[in-house]
């Protein structure tokens, strides 16, 4: 959420930053909102004040033996007044926190200007693509051939973009996933941290994702208790939430948490597109960062993530790019983003295997997370950041491509033959 007090004092600068990202119309509404909620409140305290001092006259009127009814009757009026002001105000901050809901984050000034992908600045890449003495199959032809991907079966059970990993795609799976935690973990310095997949409404709406991305969402609802609980999209919801309210010590920051979940999506509005294979999904894994920053620490630790994010590809030894989101392509949150594009041979092009963006203290002010000053004084908002170390279906895609032989089996990247009990290649599964 953006700070009030900045729309006040610099409407215009705010309007301009949301120029490319939608929602400069709303601050005039809010600019409007503000100033009435601001007389309704003067009003109601100048009231009180009033009421105040005529209570205390009409005690003294009384000591006196004086006859105070008048004064009280005006009073009773005042009261009720009193009364409607303070219902006006409600309605009024239920409406302006309406407003500061949709309105995006700010854009850092390191951020291009533009409003689509074609706009996104490629920053650099890493590694050169494979040359294939063969034309190389994308993911979900070679992943059937070989009995590891099973999308009928999945559609089955639940509905189409699901998947069903047999036997060596399973184990790959999980050794991705515990190849990245490790890494994170031991050598980048994460905490690991195991997390709710179901948060409150509360939570959502603190992260950003509620109320303009709920079709998005999966939910379900308590039958006892009445209450709304959300599948999350990405674990950076309920670990961004970790220190919801609190304020933490500055000698603890920066805070870095890693964790591994399954996310669910609806994916509502791209029917159509990425309808084959594994790309997008309604429910994936990925190993989520998230950090927690002091405003002056957080551009370094966005650079620093993102360079930990890169690790896990150059481990893997696929090629890979990373661009610079402009203003209108970033998410909601964000105030600062980069994309991590893998080279998928099977698709002759870079698709996104991670996102890491800086939030400065948008999501915090929403969640009330702040920190003390090492040198004492007012508690200030943190900076969260988030990016995926990497989400794991995309990079199973991305090695299934990359290794790919001409026989049709596939290569184990030698850095997570470890994790699969030394198996080298991937060849026709047993699928029931």
Same mark, same amino acid.
């Given at each position: 959420?953006l700070?009030?007090?900045?729309?006040?004092?610099?409407?215009?600068?705010?309007?301009?930053?949301?120029?490319?990202?939608?929602?400069?119309?709303?601050?005039?509404?809010? +600019?409007?909102?503000?100033?009435?909620?601001?007389r309704? /409140?003067?009003?109601?305290?100048? +009231?009180?004040?009033?009421?105040?001092?005529?209570?205390?006259?009409?005690?003294?009127?009384?000591?006196?033996?004086?006859?105070?009814?008048?004064?009280?009757?005006?009073?009773?009026?005042?009261?009720?007044?009193?009364?409607?002001?303070?219902?006006?105000?409600?309605?009024?901050?239920?409406?302006?926190?309406?407003?500061?809901?949709?309105l995006?984050?700010?854009?850092?000034?390191?951020?291009?200007?533009?409003?689509?992908?074609?706009?996104?600045?490629?920053?650099?890449?890493?590694?050169?693509?494979?040359?294939?003495?063969?034309t190389?199959?994308?993911?979900?032809?070679?992943?059937?051939?070989?009995?590891?991907?099973?999308?009928?079966?999945?559609?089955?059970?639940?509905?189409?973009?699901?998947? /069903?990993?047999?036997?060596?795609?399973?184990?790959?799976?999980?050794?991705?996933?515990?190849?990245?935690?490790?890494?994170?973990?031991?050598?980048?310095?994460?905490?690991?941290?195991?997390?709710?997949?179901?948060?409150?409404?509360?939570?959502m709406?603190?992260?950003?994702?509620?109320?303009?991305?709920?079709?998005?969402?999966?939910?379900?609802?308590?039958?006892?208790?009445?209450?709304?609980?959300?599948?999350?999209?990405?674990?950076?919801?309920?670990?961004?939430?970790?220190?919801?309210?609190?304020i933490?010590?500055?000698?603890?920051?920066?805070?870095?948490?890693?964790?591994?979940?399954?996310?669910?999506?609806?994916?509502?509005g791209?029917?159509?597109?990425?309808?084959?294979?594994?790309?997008?999904?309604?429910?994936?894994?990925?190993?989520?960062? /998230?950090?927690?920053?002091t405003?002056?620490?957080?551009?370094?630790?966005?650079?620093?993530?993102?360079?930990?994010?890169?690790?896990? +590809?150059?481990?893997?030894?696929?090629?890979?790019?990373?661009?610079?989101?402009?203003?209108?392509?970033?998410?909601?949150?964000?105030?600062?983003?980069?994309?991590?594009? /893998?080279?998928?041979?099977?698709?002759?092009?870079?698709?996104?295997?991670?996102?890491?963006?800086?939030?400065?203290?948008?999501?915090?002010?929403?969640?009330?997370?702040?920190?003390?000053?090492?040198?004492?004084?007012?508690?200030?908002?943190?900076?969260?950041?988030?990016?995926?170390?990497?989400?794991?279906?995309?990079? +199973?895609?991305?090695?299934?491509?990359?290794?790919?032989?001409?026989?049709?089996?596939?290569?184990?990247?030698?850095?997570?033959?470890?994790?699969?009990?030394?198996?080298?290649?991937?060849?026709?599964?047993?699928?029931?």
């Amino acid at each position: 959420m953006l700070d009030l007090r900045l729309i006040r004092e610099q409407p215009e600068a705010v309007a301009r930053g949301l120029a490319d990202r939608g929602g400069a119309e709303l601050v005039t509404q809010a +600019l409007d909102l503000d100033a009435t909620r601001r007389r309704l /409140v003067k009003e109601a305290e100048d +009231l009180k004040a009033l009421r105040n001092r005529a209570s205390e006259a009409i005690g003294q009127a009384k000591k006196r033996g004086e006859d105070a009814a008048a004064e009280m009757a005006r009073m009773r009026q005042v009261g009720d007044r009193i009364k409607a002001l303070d219902a006006e105000v409600k309605q009024a901050d239920g409406a302006l926190e309406g407003i500061l809901l949709q309105l995006p984050n700010l854009p850092d000034p390191s951020v291009p200007a533009g409003t689509t992908e074609e706009q996104n600045v490629e920053v650099r890449r890493w590694g050169s693509p494979r040359q294939f003495a063969f034309t190389p199959r994308p993911h979900d032809e070679l992943g059937e051939a070989l009995g590891l991907l099973d999308f009928a079966r999945a559609a089955t059970v639940a509905k189409a973009r699901f998947v /069903v990993l047999w036997d060596g795609a399973a184990r790959l799976e999980r050794a991705l996933t515990q190849f990245m935690l490790d890494l994170h973990r031991r050598e980048h310095g994460y905490t690991e941290v195991w997390v709710p997949h179901l948060v409150s409404a509360a939570t959502m709406q603190n992260n950003g994702l509620l109320p303009k991305f709920e079709e998005q969402l999966f939910k379900t609802v308590e039958p006892d208790e009445g209450r709304t609980l959300y599948l999350i999209p990405t674990a950076e919801v309920p670990m961004t939430a970790l220190h919801t309210g609190e304020i933490l010590s500055e000698a603890t920051l920066p805070r870095r948490y890693v964790s591994f979940t399954p996310c669910y999506r609806r994916e509502a509005g791209t029917y159509g597109k990425d309808m084959k294979g594994m790309i997008r999904h309604h429910q994936f894994d990925k190993v989520e960062l /998230v950090k927690l920053t002091t405003p002056a620490q957080s551009n370094a630790e966005l650079e620093s993530m993102v360079l930990n994010a890169e690790e896990v +590809l150059k481990r893997l030894e696929i090629p890979y790019r990373v661009v610079l989101h402009c203003a209108g392509d970033m998410g909601f949150q964000a105030a600062k983003s980069y994309d991590l594009e /893998v080279w998928l041979p099977g698709q002759g092009r870079y698709r996104e295997i991670s996102s890491c963006s800086n939030c400065e203290a948008f999501q915090a002010r929403r969640a009330e997370i702040r920190y003390r000053p090492a040198g004492g004084g007012k508690a200030e908002y943190c900076h969260t950041l988030n990016g995926s170390g990497l989400a794991v279906g995309r990079t +199973l895609i991305a090695v299934l491509e990359n290794y790919q032989e001409a026989d049709g089996t596939v290569t184990i990247p030698p850095a997570l033959r470890p994790y699969m009990d030394g198996l080298a290649r991937l060849t026709r599964a047993a699928t029931p």
